[in-house]
């Protein structure tokens, strides 16, 4: 085991290649450094910016002011990291990455001398783990694509799933498929997510529409669950040694570091929502955060054939499982430790899944004929789905 002086030397070389690294990403891209006072001077300039996204995140209008303002406070004590890093996105990796190194604590999982991590500055929707080799460290980077992503697709789930008129969480195919045909609205946003990331690989302007009463709860669950499986399955990644060629040998399947990721992000995100026992929170226990980042991708996936090819049946990767494979490897997993709810959550992911099959019938004859109209994706080498099972 490494000596404390040593894990910090260890740290501060992957910290200094990952910002070598990001310098030259963003060089590629066309991204611009901005130093630590533009950032806060932004922010503070764009205060009302700042509460209405307070508001989209549960803040009433009495609050709203007070949490902006609180908010900035705590960007401001952020630490610095490099000028190509958003403030605001480290904030949050911050928290994510913490909770998730606290559960790996309590579950006594041995972490090497740990991770840094940070934001990447190229296009598309990408979370992903590097080793650095000789010092027992990884990189953990996700785009600010990405976070965007979570952030919107939680919201329109959240309207797509609760019952706003009668105040009812459904998620029979039946309702969600009726409650879509009732309001438009929702297919529409749906579109506005999906074709900005199938064609680009960025976000659409906008904040998108805030959910409120129940959905406003169930959108933050959401997206916790989202983030928590993600930033775990690549510190999953890191902790099983994945991508080191001594550990990688005896792998039968090119497939088999992802899953053994997903069930670590499984198992992760029980330890996560047991961090605070006063909130119960069935999407983290469950394990369905997977289902819900996969199913998302899946359609900017296949939104993105559809524009290419005119199909909707994107041909699989060579180092990533299918969504439903990288899911019934979760239901797998649950069968063999979980005597009693195994069945349970396993029929509670799937039917995540298949929600997401009724999304994509209400917006594929868009993408059809978009496909006929001449649109194509952008040629993207990072593309908008890389973290998928995808060519």
Request: glycine share 6%; charged share 25%; proline share 5%.
């Given at each position: ?249 005896s792998q039968e399947s090119p497939f088999d570091e992802e899953h053994e ?131």
């Amino acid at each position: 085991m490494a000596s404390d002086s040593e894990q910090i030397e260890a740290l501060d070389a992957a910290e200094g290649y990952r910002r070598q690294r990001q310098a030259a990403d963003a060089r590629k891209s066309g991204a611009v450094a901005t130093t630590r006072e533009e950032y806060l001077k932004w922010m503070r300039d764009n205060r009302a910016t700042i509460i209405e996204i307070a508001k989209r995140a549960g803040a009433d209008d009495g609050d709203a002011e007070k949490t902006a303002d609180r908010f900035l406070e705590l960007l401001e004590n952020q630490s610095d990291k490099s000028e190509f890093d958003d403030l605001g996105a480290i904030f949050l990796l911050n928290s994510i990455v913490d909770r998730v190194e606290t559960a790996c604590r309590k579950l006594e999982v041995p972490v090497r001398n740990g991770v840094v991590f940070g934001v990447s500055r190229l296009a598309g929707v990408v979370a992903s783990q590097m080793p650095v080799l000789k010092t027992d460290t990884s990189i953990i980077e996700v785009t600010l694509p990405f976070i965007t992503f979570c952030d919107l697709i939680s919201k329109v789930l959240a309207h797509t799933f609760v019952d706003q008129v009668n105040a009812t969480f459904d998620l029979s195919p039946a309702s969600i498929l009726g409650r879509l045909n009732a309001e438009p609205w929702i297919v529409e946003e749906w579109l506005r997510v999906l074709v900005s990331y199938a064609m680009e690989g960025t976000p659409p302007a906008g904040l998108g529409p805030a959910p409120e009463g129940r959905a406003l709860g169930v959108r933050a669950l959401l997206l916790d669950a989202m983030e928590v499986f993600t930033i775990a399955h690549e510190y999953g990644h890191h902790a099983l040694k994945h991508g080191i060629t001594e550990a990688s040998i005896s792998q039968e399947s090119p497939f088999d570091e992802e899953h053994e990721a997903d069930i670590f992000a499984r198992i992760v995100s029980v330890a996560v929502s047991q961090l605070d026992p006063n909130a119960p929170d069935v999407f983290l226990v469950s394990g369905a955060g997977g289902a819900l980042i996969l199913g998302a991708l899946d359609l900017v996936a296949r939104g993105r054939e559809m524009l290419e090819t005119g199909a909707d049946c994107p041909p699989p990767r060579k180092h990533h499982p299918p969504v439903r494979e990288r899911i019934d490897a979760l239901d797998q997993y649950d069968m063999h430790v979980l005597a009693t709810r195994a069945e349970e959550f396993a029929g509670f992911r799937m039917t995540l899944l298949d929600l997401f099959d009724v999304v994509w019938d209400a917006v594929k004859p868009k993408f059809e004929q978009m496909h006929r109209d001449g649109h194509r994706p952008l040629d993207n080498s990072s593309g908008p789905i890389d973290w998928l099972p995808l060519a």
